[in-house]
């Protein structure tokens, strides 16, 4: 009788990105929206090793949603990856249904990069589009998977079972940067439902971002916009370290110069998706 | 929500503080920040803005002494 070790997280982890291997080299050749984060990155390069770079596309939708650096750290991944990469403008911030800033504001944001994205596959003789939905995002609330669906986007990390925690550990595995990178949802994430999105609400907010992070603030950060008001969302570790006197006048003075008459520090920290739960959307 | 007892229930926690509602975030105005630095005590006050049916509980920086008058 043999008996045999159970398996450990790292196990099940890798045992899931062998299925998610395989469901790729079935697709044959993918494009992927790629927005250099955690999950699209590794996703990228899982493909890359199961197809091969020729088979692999990413396309980079860029807009004034996303802060500028995004961007850059985008390109440098993908260089790293070894991808092939096409950028293209999306505008979400000129449809009407996206600025109004409803709850289902993500649905129509990937309608408009979807559609910008199927005419490229179709250019570059690419059949199958895969975006970075991880088996966690679809637990929560993402008005944007419906959109992904209409346009037959696959989402293979989801289908997997991996999770965000797993894409992490398999990405320091392959020597990818952004496993320990901080997940970047779009600055429209930071202004709460019903108020416009604009331009310059955007750029107020990712100013106020540059600024904190620029005086050294590590990890989680999110700057939610109330008119007037800053709400600055921190890790634990960086709320601890934030709470303290001789510090707090450089994190107010930051905050006044982005444009914010007013700032206050959530003392629960950063949460994903905070402004859905003040707004009931989802339980706290 | 009811800012008036959430203030009490603050109080009762040692935090002296006003608090201003906008739906369910509560905004803290308070003398020294300092305190809140600690652990334990954010915790409790961010319990006893559960209680009082507030998601969010923040803490308003510089807001001075005048933060703490209602008028």
């Not at chain 1, 008996?3 to 080299?25: F, H, M, N, V, Y």
């Not at chain 1, 894409?167 to 990178?181: D, K, V």
């Not at chain 1, 904190?212 to 709320?239: F, K, Y």
Request: charged share 25%.
């Amino acid at each position: 009788m043999t008996s045999t070790a159970p398996k450990t997280e790292l196990d099940i982890a890798r045992d899931k990105e062998q299925t998610l291997a395989g469901a790729l080299r079935r697709a044959g050749r993918v494009l992927v929206g790629f927005s250099g984060g955690v999950d699209s990155a590794y996703l990228a390069c899982v493909a890359v090793d199961a197809l091969g770079a020729a088979n692999v596309l990413a396309v980079i939708g860029v807009s004034a949603s996303y802060p500028a650096e995004q961007w850059a750290t985008a390109r440098e991944v993908a260089r790293l990856i070894g991808l092939t990469v096409v950028e293209v403008r999306t505008d979400e911030l000129g449809d009407p249904n996206y600025t109004a800033n409803p709850a289902n504001r993500c649905y129509f944001c990937k309608t408009e990069l979807w559609s910008r994205l199927r005419p490229i596959a179709r250019a570059h003789g690419f059949d199958v589009i895969v975006d970075g939905t991880n088996a966690d995002d679809v637990a929560d609330y993402r008005p944007g998977a419906a959109a992904a669906r209409e346009h037959d986007v696959r989402s293979p990390l989801a289908a997997a079972g991996l999770t965000k925690r797993e894409i992490r550990e398999l990405s320091r595995g392959r020597g990818l940067p952004t496993w320990s990178q901080p997940s970047s949802p779009c600055l429209s994430s930071r202004i709460p439902y019903g108020t416009p999105v604009t331009t310059a609400r955007l750029a107020q907010v990712e100013s106020a971002e540059r600024a904190l992070r620029a005086l050294g603030i590590g990890g989680d950060l999110r700057v939610r916009h109330h008119g007037e008001l800053a709400r600055v969302e921190l890790s634990s570790d960086e709320l601890a370290r934030w709470l303290d006197a001789g510090r707090l006048a450089a994190l107010t003075g930051a905050l006044r110069q982005a444009g914010f008459a007013r700032v206050a520090l959530d003392l629960r920290g950063f949460r994903s998706g905070s402004l859905n739960i003040l707004e009931g959307i989802v339980a706290a | 929500m009811s800012t008036a007892s959430f203030e009490q229930a603050l109080a009762a926690l040692g935090v002296g503080a006003r608090v201003e509602a906008r739906g369910g975030l509560a905004l803290l105005f308070v003398l020294d920040v300092v305190p809140l630095a600690d652990a334990p005590l954010r915790a409790c006050v961010l319990a006893a803005g559960v209680d009082h049916g507030f998601t969010h509980v923040a803490v308003e920086l510089d807001s001075g002494d005048a933060a703490l008058h209602r008028d």
